[in-house]
C-alpha cells in the first residue's frame, strides 16, 4: 500500500508484458511486420456484398430476357395467371429489398446509391404485390402484349447489372 498522498503505479502482470520491454510501432525498416500487415484481408464492405450478388442475377435476367424473349413472355403471362405467384414473388421482393437495405441503408454521392435504390424499389413493389396482388396482374397484362417490353427491360438490366457487377468486382 502506498503511503497517504503517493500515487498507485500500475505495473501489468509479467505474463502480459512486451517482450523487447516497450510498447512501441514496428519500425519502418521492418519488412516483416509491414508485409504481414498488408497480407491480411480486409473486410468487405455491405455494399460490395449486395452489388456481388444483385449485379451478375440483373445482368443474367437481362441476357435472358433478350435471348429467349418469347419464353420469357410466356413465364410473365404463366406468372400472372395466379395470385399466389404474384404474392409469393411480393414476399421474395420484400426480403430481397429488406435485406439489401440491412447491409446498405444509406444513399452515397457514388455507385453505391445504386444499391440503396434498387433496395427501396424491391421493398416498395414487394409490399405491393402483397397488399394488392389483382393490380400487378392487371399491369402485366398490358405490358406483356408489348412485344418491346422485355427488349427494353433486357437491356436496362444488362446495363445496370453490368454496371454494378464491375463496380463490386473490378472498380
Known amino acids: 500500500m502506498p503511503a497517504k498522498g503517493q500515487d498507485m503505479q500500475f505495473q501489468r502482470p509479467r505474463s502480459i508484458q512486451p517482450s523487447h520491454g516497450v510498447d512501441r510501432l514496428p519500425d519502418v525498416d521492418e519488412p516483416a511486420l509491414s508485409m504481414q500487415a498488408d497480407a491480411r484481408p480486409q473486410p468487405a464492405q ?94 402485366g397484362g398490358a405490358l406483356i402484349t408489348n412485344g418491346v417490353f422485355f427488349t427494353g427491360a433486357g437491356i436496362v438490366f444488362v446495363a445496370l447489372g453490368g454496371f454494378i457487377t464491375f463496380k463490386a468486382y473490378v472498380a
Request: proline share 7%.
Open 46 to 139: 455491405p455494399s460490395y456484398t449486395a452489388a456481388r450478388l444483385i449485379g451478375p442475377v440483373l445482368a443474367t435476367v437481362g441476357i435472358g430476357m433478350l435471348a429467349n424473349g418469347p419464353v420469357y413472355r410466356d413465364l410473365a403471362a404463366q406468372l400472372l395467371s395466379a395470385y399466389p405467384f404474384v404474392y409469393l414473388t411480393g414476399v421474395l421482393l420484400l426480403g430481397a429489398g429488406l435485406a439489401i437495405l440491412n447491409a446498405h441503408p444509406r444513399f452515397t454521392a457514388d455507385w453505391r446509391s445504386t444499391i440503396t435504390a434498387l433496395g427501396w424499389a424491391f421493398t416498395a413493389v414487394g409490399m405491393f404485390r402483397i397488399v394488392s396482388p389483382q393490380f400487378p396482374v392487371f399491369v
